[in-house]
Each structure stands twice: as C-alpha cells, then as structure tokens.
C-alpha cells in the first residue's frame, strides 16, 4: 500500500486493509468465476455428446461374425461367439496370463456368446484382427500383441486385456453401448 | 517520467533475475512506482479499460476460433453450433461481439478526451499517432471480423468495402480492378475472401497488443498529460500508479463492466442486424446495407458525394485528420479546459460526429426535414440524409483544416495555473491564476 | 480579457443552445419521411410473451403446443435444420423432463419418441444405397425438402425459409411473427395481387408499383408468397387449450422465439447474478479507492 508521504496517521492498520482485501478477495471470486466457462467450453459440446451412446442391432449378426462398430469415434468388436470359440476361452480361465479375468466377468450373463470389446490394442492403440494368432482370437499387427478369444492379453507388449465399453441389451438383439 | 528506477529486488531470486532479464524492474517502474499526475479524472481511465477490452476480445476469440469453421459453406453453422452445443458458446459469441462494440466505444472516448486535453501536442505526438495506428488497426480487425459468421451483412459488408478500391480505376485504369481481385481471391467476395479474413482477423490483435506496447512506452517517455495541461514539476505533483490509479482504473473498469454485462446478458443483439441472422446469399441483396455502428460516420462521409472515388478519399482523409491532428493545432495552450472557444467547437464536433453516425445508418434519400412532396411519386421531399451529411461533413473538416489552425493564431485563452498542485492549494498559497471567472478546478 | 471571456461565455451560450436545438430537433424531433421506393409495413405492437423483459421465461406447457404447430403444420414446407430431436429434451426445452435433470437430452424417452416418428436419409453399410431409416435424437430435425430447388419447385419458386433463427432474423422478432401468421388482410381496392401472392400488412414490402389509388395513400405492407395457415381448430392441443387462430399463432411464436435462443432462460440468469456480483465488487472496489485517495489533494 502507500508509503510515501501520503501515509495515514493514528489509523487503525486492520481497519484501512479490510476494504481493499474484501475488494480483492472478491476480485479472485470473479475471477474463478469468470475462467471456468472458457475451461469447460473445451469438454465436450452437446452434440458430441449426443453420440456418445448408440444403440445397434444385432440381429444380423451369425455366429462366428464380428461386427465393428464406431464409437466415441473408435472402433468396437461385437463379436458373436461360437461354442468352440467360448470353450476355448473358458478353458483358460485360470491360465498364468498378465491381466487375469474370467471369461464370464467379461460378458452378460446368460450372453456368454456376445462378447463386445472395444477393438484398440492395450499397447500403442492400432486395430487388432481376428483370426490370426496362437489363441484363435485377435492379433495386433503392429507390435505383435496377441489376444485371445475372450480378448485377453496372452502374448506380446499389450498390458491390459482389450478393454470392455459399458453397454447393456436393451432387448435380444439390440445392444446399448455407451 | 522516465527518471531512475526505484526498484529495489527483495529476495534472491529477484536478484538473480534482475541481473538476467530485469522483467520485475520494467513492471515495477512501469506500473507500480510510476510518478503520476494525481489529478487525472476518470476521462483517463479509458486506457486501462482499453487494455482490459483487448485482453477480453484477444481470450474469447481464441476460445471461438477452437470451434469456429472459416469456410463459406460451414461459417454460419458453425457459429450456431457454438451458440447451441459448445458449452457456455453462447455466453463466450456474445462476449466477443459484444465486446468489439464496448471496445470501440471505449476508443471513442479516449480520442475524445485526447482532443479535448491536448494529449496529442508535443512532445506526445509520437504517443498521438500510435494511437491513431491501433485505431486503424482495430478497425480492420473489427470489419474482419464481422465478415466471419457469414450472414447477409457479412457478407455484403464485405463486398461494400472491398469494392471501394476498384475506385481507383479512374486514377490508374485496371489497379483498382486488380486491387480488389487480390483481395478477394476470386472474382467476387467467396470463401477465399472468407478464409485469409479469418487468418488476418487472428494476427492482428497481437500486431495491436504489440503497438500498445509502444503506445504505453511512448506515454511513459514524457509522462501522463493531465487536464490542466500542466507539465509535472516535481514530485508533490504526482502519486505512484499502485495503488492510486490501479484502484481507481479498477473501479472504472467495473462500471464499464456493469454496461458490458448488461449488453451480453440481457440486449446481446441490441447493436447487431437481424439480417445478418440470414445465412449469405450472393443473389439477393438485403433492403438496407449498413456496417456495424462503430463505423457509421465514416459511412456517411463515404456516401455524402455521388463520386465513388471522392467518395473513398474523403472517407480514407476524415481518418487522416487524426494522424496530422498535433500540426494542424497551433494553440500554445494544452488543455481546452483553458480554452473557453475551442470547448464549444469541440462540443459541435462531437454532436457533427454522432449526426454522421446517425446520418449513416439511415438510406440517403430519406428526408430529414420535409418541405413538399414531388407531384408523380407523392414521396416528400426536403433536406436529404445526404444533405445533411455533406453540411456535417464540411464541418468535420473544418474543424480539423481550419478552425484548430486558426483558433490558436486569433482565441483568447484563460490564465494557466503554475503547477498542477496550485489549484488545490488554499488561497495565499502559491499565485492563483487571475481572472475571476476562470476557475480551473471546473471543467469545461 | 475578463470582460471579454465573458462576453464570449455568454455569447457563446447563447449561440451554443441555439446551435444544439435545431440540430436537435433536425435529428431527433422531425421523424425521417422515406424516400421513394420505400419498404413499409405495418408495427408489430401489442404483444406479449411470457419470456419478455430480464425476469421472463418460457412457458413450457405454450412450447409444446408450438412444437405441436411447427410438426402439424409448418414442417410441411419449412425446415429447421440447426436444430436436432435432443435439443427438444435440454433444460428449458418443450420436453424436458424436471424429475431426470440429470438424464442427457439424446436419451430422453420424449426425444427418441419424437425422432422416431420421421425417417431420414442414411446409407445402408452392406449394400451402399441410399436408405431411409429413423431418426435418433442425434439428428438434425428432417427438412421437407432435400434441397433448395425442391423446396422453390414445390412452392412456386419461392424458397419458404428455414424457420432456425427465424425469430432473430427478422425486425420484430416473435411479436412479428405472432402479428404476420394472424395479419393477412384482403387487398384493399386499387391494389393488383400477383399470382400466388398474398397481401399481409406486416410484411415488408414496397407497394407502390401494385397500387393505382391516391399516391399518398399508399397502403403498407407487402406480398408473402405463403397462404394464412393458422385457422381455427388447425392444431387440437394435447392441453386443451383452445385452439384458437390467435393460440395457434402465439404458441408457435413463443416455440420459434425458443428455437432461435434456447439458452435464453439461462442467459437472464446468469446475467441476473453476474449484474448483482458486479454491482457489490464495483462498491467495494469504490470505497477502497476512497480510503486509498483520502489524504491526498486532488
């Protein structure tokens, strides 16, 4: 504050700061106030937003068939199992494997032959594909992680298994996801 | 005053930067120790409220521009999806055009105090033409911009103004053709036009931030001017600018806000036309083109001759008159506050002003005053907008050409007060300034 | 020089009210005559709504029955693309529902019923054809017509606009519309109507070329190329309001005022307390600059 010539006598000091904190102090709420909406305007807008659930018919889908998705502007594998393939992948349940997870705590119950994944490798996030691979599920190509067919992470770099959307069957054949 | 710096670092690390990059130094004698007039109105704190302006017009249209789309096809939409989806769009659109509004307001009144105390006479000439380039300069910014949500006025107001440079093919055949197909990118205002628009409407607000660096240095060679005129003569003149003149440019700063605020949130299209609501069509031209009000005036000087081209350097010299103002006034005397004649020519200039700004948003064929009506359409007849706008016109120029360079050959002036402390000293203090009815604490 | 300052003062004075008066009463007192070839039409006064002035909102209940208008009557012609099926479900909108303030509008059961209702163009992943499947709230309202030259083919070679923005987009704003969709009148005697025009008096428009009565009674008002529409018992209201022509018209003024400005409630609101915030920082910040500038003389 000033403390030049002009300075006050005989003034109580608490007194002559109180109005130039409350000024400021509301100064800073304005402030706080004021920057939240230029930081949200960056989250994303109402429409972006529409999209961030989709409901999709599955009814096309044969056994053995994969149909890929987009959402949230990434692709995802719903994936209609055949009996082997869920053997198979039920066998490994308990196999030594780096993200350990049942086959059944990755699909709904009484669903076991929907299994829907989000189709971006755990590793550096390229596009597996199905088919090749020594687990008879996916292969990434670009690193040479190997998933198998409950899209858990059985070879290669990939950390984590491929990861599962929210979704929920919102009648037989059709799935919300999202 | 540019005198020695009091800036003293405190800590090491201040210190050790000060040694480096004396950044604190420059702030503490730019802003926080620096000697000011301490009788400085609030006319003067239009400054302060011009740099918080720039700054608000520089962060949201930097937030815009995450969401705006400068393609022709695009433009309008994506302005409504700012003002529908983007959240807090509409809040951050109305702030900006708002804005550019409330910042030329502000510009208008720190011109008008400028002319009226003098600011613009030696040795603060240099300071006086900075200012005229950022009004230049935020005056294409602002036409820029406008252009940007491609509606009717946009894009005529585009098409208006570009095409006053093919008025030069009476001087030189073929240059103002080949001016404005330059300008356009094409052969008429399109999404060519729209885009260099959009990438030129982003640099300039820095090139304008970077001239009020110099602007604010070349005040802060000689000093503030103050309403008397008064140069500042020792230190009992002044009071440093924190916290005096922080406090009270902030408390200036908040009404211009109340006004600000009351614009965005409850008239946010009051300055705007519903016809640029209207996506731009290049086939059907709005009834009535007019340009946001901030340019009326100058719009009217425009359109007060039937010649296109003396038209466009009569408009082109009504904006020059600010840059040759410190040669043009001959008065020895600084501040009109003593100088009693020159007051009431500066009150016509400003009301011939605001007549132009009127006389620009109105059609030019429309009557003023009507004195009859023509027999074959049974339209009346009279004293035209245009008209008017040629006697306010002159008078503009006049007052620039010949009443300043006379008045101060042939005004009487009243007595000048010896220091700017000598007003507010009791009588018997230092030599009051004679003549009974000069009493320079009132304004003019 | 005293004597003649004031002689100049006083002379001035008297030059100065003079000066200011006739330039006065030249801008602000004489109304502007239009000059020829003028667009006229006539004010749109007299109406009201419920979101008028700083306090007002909209009515939800009058917003349902205007989107009942718009989809039973000027969707016909009339696109309004800017907007999609979930903007109807967002807070302040005609279906939101207050009881899920929390639920997204894209998953409203309200605008997914709605969006159901029209098909639009899509293209079919298996085959690459042009199909036409229902609309989910994600998309934009289904125009009438699939583009401009349809839309001009269908209606005589005018172009019904997209109704948007229209309650900005036009001077007078939803009282405007409220005063055209009500307002046509039979051409007074002397005026030629061109084919497929209509004479409304609130449309602008120049009227000089279609009139061959006295020249300065030149009728205002213009020619719209669309027919009345609002009658009564057009639209049956879910709410049993009357359906009156002036209820019918009011409704779809006040749905269109929304769809031009949906975050209007919002924005009073938020102006409400930011005006309030302001006004108690500028007081303190006021009486912290009079305790700083209390000793120095100035």
């Not at chain 3, 979930?86 to 302040?92: F, I, K, S, T, V």
Request: aromatic share 12%.
């Amino acid at each position: 504050m000033a403390e030049t010539a002009h300075e006050t006598h005989g003034e109580d000091p608490h007194r002559r700061d109180f109005i130039h904190i409350a000024a400021m102090a509301t100064g800073a709420v304005g402030v706080a106030a004021t920057a939240w909406p230029f930081i949200d305007q960056m989250n994303p807008s109402a429409d972006t937003l529409a999209l961030a659930s989709i409901e999709q018919d599955i009814s096309k889908v044969t056994p053995g068939q994969q149909l890929v998705v987009l959402w949230r502007g990434k692709p995802v594998f719903v994936r209609h199992r055949t009996p082997a393939e869920i053997a198979a992948a039920v066998k490994d349940d308990h196999a030594d494997m780096r993200d350990p997870a049942t086959d059944a705590s990755r699909t709904k119950p009484g669903k076991q032959e929907w299994l829907i994944l989000i189709g971006v490798c755990t590793h550096l996030g390229c596009v597996p594909s199905f088919g090749t691979g020594d687990y008879g599920g996916w292969f990434c190509p670009c690193h040479g992680s190997v998933y198998d067919t409950s899209g858990r992470i059985r070879k290669g770099p990939a950390p984590k298994n491929l990861e599962l959307p929210d979704y929920e069957f919102t009648g037989p054949t059709k799935v919300k996801i999202g | 005053m540019s005198g020695h710096s009091t800036y003293e670092p405190k800590t090491a690390f201040e210190r050790w930067l000060d040694v480096r990059l004396p950044i604190l130094r420059m702030a503490h004698d730019t802003a926080i120790d620096f000697p000011t007039p301490k009788n400085l109105n609030y006319w003067y704190t239009f400054g302060g409220i011009l740099a918080v302006c720039l700054v608000i017009q520089i962060v949201s249209g930097l937030v815009l521009a995450m969401h705006y789309v400068a393609n022709s096809a695009l433009a309008f939409n994506s302005v409504e999806h700012i003002m529908r989806d983007v959240n807090h769009g509409w809040m951050i659109r109305y702030i900006h055009a708002n804005g550019a509004s409330m910042f030329f307001l502000a510009v208008y009144v720190h011109i008008a105090r400028g002319l009226y105390y003098g600011s613009y006479k030696a040795p603060r000439e240099i300071l006086w033409l900075l200012g005229c380039v950022i009004y230049l300069l935020m005056m294409a910014t602002a036409f820029m911009g406008y252009v940007l949500p491609w509606g009717q006025m946009s894009y005529y107001g585009a098409v208006v103004i570009t095409n006053l440079f093919s008025a030069f093919d009476r001087l030189i055949p073929g240059v103002g053709t080949a001016i404005t197909t330059w300008l356009w990118g094409g052969f008429a205002v399109d999404n060519a036009t729209l885009n260099r628009f959009f990438s030129l409407h982003y640099l300039l607000p820095f090139m304008i931030a970077g001239v009020v660096g110099l602007h604010i240095w070349a005040l802060h060679v000689p000093g503030n001017n103050n309403p008397t005129g008064v140069d500042v003569k020792s230190k009992e003149d002044t009071v440093p600018f924190h916290p005096y003149y922080t406090v009270k440019d902030g408390f200036a700063i908040l009404v211009f806000l109340l006004l600000f605020s009351w614009f965005v949130f409850f008239a946010p299209e009051a300055l705007g036309h519903a016809d640029n609501q209207v996506p731009a069509n290049p086939l059907v031209t709005p009834i009535h083109i007019v340009p946001e009000w901030y340019f009326l005036p100058f719009y009217a000087i425009l359109r007060a001759v039937p010649d296109k081209l003396v038209g466009v350097l009569l408009m082109f010299s009504a904006i020059a008159m600010l840059f040759l103002l410190p040669w043009l006034d001959t008065s020895k005397v600084r501040s009109m506050r003593y100088r009693p004649m020159a007051r009431w020519f500066f009150l016509i200039f400003i009301a011939a002003t605001l007549g132009l700004g009127w006389c620009g948003g109105k059609l030019p064929d429309d009557v003023v005053i009507a004195v009859g009506r023509d027999a074959a359409s049974g339209d009346p007849t009279g004293f035209t907008v245009v008209m008017l706008s040629r006697v306010l016109a002159a008078y503009y120029f006049a007052y620039f050409l010949l009443i300043l360079p006379l008045l101060g050959l042939f005004e009487k002036t009243l007595a000048i007060p010896e220091t700017i402390s000598t007003p507010v000293l009791p009588k018997g203090g230092a030599s009051m300034p004679s003549g009974a009815t000069a009493s320079p604490e009132k304004k003019g | 020089m005293t004597k003649l300052s004031m002689g100049f003062q006083a002379a001035f004075s008297r030059v100065r009210v003079g000066l200011l008066a006739t330039l006065a009463a030249a801008l602000l007192g004489a109304a502007v005559q239009p000059a020829s070839a003028k667009t006229t039409a006539r004010e749109a006064e007299g109406v009201s709504f419920s979101f008028d002035g700083p306090f007002g909102v909209f009515d939800q209940a009058e917003l349902q029955r205007g989107y009942k208008v718009y989809a039973e009557v000027c969707s016909a012609c009339h696109s309004m693309k800017l907007l999609s099926y979930r903007d109807l479900a967002q807070p302040g909108g005609p279906f939101y529902d207050p009881k899920h303030p929390n639920l997204p509008p894209a998953q409203s059961p309200y605008a997914k019923a709605i969006a159901a209702q029209y098909k639009v163009a899509d293209i079919d992943h298996d085959t690459g054809d042009a199909i036409e499947r229902p609309a989910t709230p994600a998309d934009h309202f289904r125009s009438p017509f699939p583009n401009e030259y349809a839309a001009r083919a269908a209606n005589g070679g005018a172009l019904p606009p997209d109704l948007s923005v229209i309650a900005r987009a036009r001077e007078g704003g939803p009282a405007y519309i409220y005063k055209l969709l009500l307002g046509y009148e039979d051409a007074p005697k002397g005026m030629t109507v061109p084919d497929g025009k209509y004479y409304n008096p609130y449309m602008p428009g120049d009227m000089g070329s279609f009139w061959s009565g006295p020249k300065d009674k030149v009728p205002e008002g213009g020619f719209i190329s669309m027919a009345k529409q609002l009658t009564p018992d057009r639209v049956q209201f879910d709410d049993k309001t009357p359906s009156t022509a002036e209820n019918e018209a009011h409704a779809v003024a006040t749905f269109l005022a929304w769809a031009a400005d949906p975050h209007m409630v919002e924005r009073k609101q938020t102006g409400l307390a930011v005006m309030l915030f302001l006004l108690v920082f500028t007081g303190l910040t006021y009486l912290s600059y009079r305790q700083i500038w209390r000793n120095v003389s100035h």
